[in-house]
């Protein structure tokens, strides 16, 4: 039985090597794509309320605005 072990062992080191990555880079891509992917939407999200906040702004901005006509002293 253990020279079973030792032919399939010796058999072909970079065979052998190259079928034990495999997995392993398939696991670090489909890791790397969900990153990617909630990388992304993140990005959305972070844009979404960069919007939200610059159109809050402009509506702060013309109230401001709105206020010091307003309380302006006329000559």
């Given at each position: 039985?253990?020279a079973?072990f030792?032919?399939?062992?010796?058999?072909?080191?970079?065979g052998?090597?190259?079928a034990?990555?495999?997995?392993?880079?398939?696991g670090?891509s489909?890791?790397l794509?969900e990153?990617?992917?909630?990388?992304?939407?993140?990005?959305r999200?972070?844009r979404?309320a960069?919007?939200?906040?610059?159109?809050?702004?402009?509506?702060?901005?013309?109230?401001y605005?709105t206020?010091?006509?307003?309380n302006?002293p006329?000559?």
């Amino acid at each position: 039985m253990p020279a079973l072990f030792k032919t399939n062992a010796t058999g072909s080191k970079a065979g052998a090597a190259e079928a034990a990555s495999e997995p392993a880079v398939a696991g670090i891509s489909i890791r790397l794509q969900e990153r990617v992917r909630d990388l992304e939407q993140t990005l959305r999200e972070e844009r979404r309320a960069l919007a939200e906040a610059e159109q809050r702004y402009e509506k702060l901005e013309e109230k401001y605005s709105t206020l010091l006509q307003r309380n302006s002293p006329t000559v």
